[in-house]
């Protein structure tokens, strides 16, 4: 049985103490949901901590969205994995396609972050995906499967049981649009097959993500799916009752 997930990417929002009070209303709200459905929340490295404190003794991961490629040092503005797991931080997003395409993130950079993570218990949420214009030339296929070769076929199998990836096409990220549930279980499935060809059964295992306008008239839709395992969430993530109610959508 694969976990299903439902992880909030918060991306550059909230102030600390709207984070608490988001964090703290969807833990009141948790009990509502399956206990099936495992909840992440990645609010911004700023108030990490007080959104740790606000969800003990919930069921409610927490973690980062982003980590430096570098243990430690002279990195100004870098925020190291050792440092997001001793705030209790359970994950940390990596490639999300926001960082590659405005920071210019490449594998290079991502399989540094991956042994960084991995080196400090941390599990990585690794993010996939292709843009609207590779989607057109029906390029997508081979985007994932690069974006996956060079990355987490450096894993060792250790590793990779505690890997969830995300599948996000850029296309639907903040635009409205989503992945019809079939486009999503076509290149899913396509997905755990690649990391079959590396992984062996342990693929079936793997929690593949589906991100982009998951909100909660769509989810259970695409939730539905075979190889859909949940969603990695932003805009509908910062509102408590619709984060929730993609819980439901299992
Ligand atoms: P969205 O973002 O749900 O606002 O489209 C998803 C993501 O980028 O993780």
């Known amino acids: 049985m694969r976990k299903k997930i439902v992880a909030g990417n918060w991306k550059m929002n909230t102030l600390p103490a709207e984070g608490v009070e988001l964090a703290k209303s969807v833990a009141a709200g948790r009990g509502e949901?399956?206990?099936?459905?495992?909840?992440?929340?990645?609010?911004?490295?700023?108030?990490?901590?007080?959104?740790?404190?606000a969800l003990k003794g919930s069921t409610i991961a927490v973690g980062a969205q982003n980590c430096a490629a570098e243990a430690k040092g002279a990195y100004t503005g870098e925020v190291a994995a050792s440092m997001i797991a001793a705030l209790g931080c359970e994950?940390?997003?990596?490639?999300?396609?926001?960082?590659?395409?405005?920071?210019?993130?490449?594998?290079?950079?991502?399989?540094?972050?991956?042994v960084q993570a991995y080196a400090n218990g941390l599990k990585p949420i690794y993010c996939v995906g292709e843009s609207l214009e590779e989607r057109k030339a029906g390029k997508h296929f081979?985007?994932?499967?690069?974006?996956?070769?060079?990355?987490?076929?450096?894993?060792?199998?250790?590793?990779?049981?505690?890997?969830?990836?995300?599948?996000?096409p850029v296309w639907a990220i903040g635009t409205g649009e989503t992945a019809t549930a079939e486009q999503a279980q076509e290149i899913h499935?396509?997905?755990?097959?690649?990391?079959?060809?590396?992984?062996?059964?342990?693929?079936?295992?793997?929690?593949?993500?589906?991100g982009g306008s998951c909100k909660p008239s769509n989810a259970a839709e695409i939730f539905a799916k075979e190889d859909v395992d949940g969603g990695l969430i932003g805009g509908a993530a910062l509102k408590a009752e619709d984060f929730l109610a993609i819980g439901k959508g299992f």
Do not use: W
């Open 33 to 53: 949901v399956c206990e099936c459905v495992n909840f992440i929340v990645c609010p911004p490295f700023t108030h990490l901590s007080q959104v740790v404190e």
């Open 91 to 114: 994950y940390v997003i990596l490639g999300h396609s926001e960082r590659r395409q405005y920071y210019g993130e490449t594998s290079e950079t991502l399989n540094k972050k991956m």
């Open 142 to 168: 081979d985007v994932c499967k690069a974006q996956i070769e060079e990355v987490v076929f450096n894993l060792s199998e250790e590793q990779f049981k505690d890997l969830v990836i995300a599948y996000e």
């Open 189 to 210: 499935a396509y997905i755990r097959e690649v990391l079959a060809s590396k992984f062996g059964a342990a693929a079936a295992e793997c929690p593949i993500l589906y």
